[in-house]
């Protein structure tokens, strides 16, 4: 792990991003020994920096420490999970925020997961989560550590036969998986919830989109209800470290073919686009 530029596993106990949840992230991966759309997570990340206020450290400050924890652990060089981490960094007691902060940056790095092969290629079965997200308009979309909604959700289920949950609104619209963005497949289009309430938009599902583009699918981003859920062609989840899973199972729901699925995951996987 590198903290602010020095190889480390610790933080001030008055840093903002334990006390309050006050910072943001971005989870990518490294593939052969390179981080895999590097700018466009960069991007990302300086953007979710701005709704919240704090000041993102240069995309070359950023290169360097990852540069240094990869060559620290060459074991993991050519292909890991890299989360960057920045919080608004130690402070004094209360909630209002220093005028100047001095931003803390943390980047660590993890082995790949060892999810079974049959979820990217046979689907998954998903749970449908009791709890409700939130309406928050000003964090909508954002990818802020303040995501102990998605931990309790998460927390629902403890069978290893579920991959991922599925998380609905307050006003009952479909809204994300637990660590992921959903798309349903209908008539050939594609839909996605609207994100302007709640729920993180991730890069995964900013490349959907514009495979949708390139491709000249209608994909709409729109409020999907649980009749648009259970009457869908296909269902699907992406993000940046599963890249993308089809759904096979929910309940009332079951699919045993992605075709379309599993043409979005092929172009997702490939590291020229």
């Given at each position: ?11 001030k ?118 709890l ?44 994300e ?53 259970l ?7 992406v ?35």
């Open positions: 792990m590198i903290i602010n530029g020095l190889p480390g596993d610790s933080l106990a008055n840093d903002r991003g334990l006390m309050y949840g006050d910072g943001v992230f971005r989870t990518l991966r490294i593939s052969q020994g390179k981080p895999f759309l590097w700018q466009q997570q960069y991007d990302k990340l300086q953007h979710d920096c701005a709704a919240i206020e704090i000041r993102c450290p240069s995309i070359q400050i950023l290169a360097g420490d990852l540069e240094h924890l990869l060559l620290s652990r060459a074991e993991l060089a050519q292909n890991a999970i890299v989360k960057i981490i920045i919080t608004r960094g130690a402070a004094t007691r209360g909630y209002a925020p220093a005028a100047n902060p001095q931003v803390t940056r943390i980047v660590s790095i993890s082995p790949v997961p060892d999810y079974p092969a049959s979820f990217a290629s046979q689907g998954i079965k998903a749970h449908l989560c009791k409700r997200l939130g309406h928050q308009p000003r964090l909508a979309g954002i990818k802020h550590l303040n995501l102990l909604e998605n931990v309790l959700a998460a927390a629902e289920w403890n069978d290893a036969a579920i991959a991922e949950g599925i998380l609905l609104d307050e006003d009952g619209h479909i809204i998986g637990t660590r992921s963005n959903l798309f349903l497949v209908r008539n050939g289009k594609l839909y996605t919830p609207d994100l302007s309430k709640c729920g993180v938009a991730g890069l995964q599902r900013e490349r959907v989109i514009d495979y949708a583009k390139q491709h000249k699918i209608v994909c709409k981003i729109t409020e999907l209800t649980m009749d648009d859920l009457a869908a062609d296909e269902i699907f989840m993000n940046s470290v599963i890249g993308l899973w089809p759904v096979r199972e929910l309940p009332r729901f079951s699919c045993k073919h992605f075709p379309v699925s599993l043409q979005i995951q092929d172009w997702l996987n490939n590291e020229s686009n």
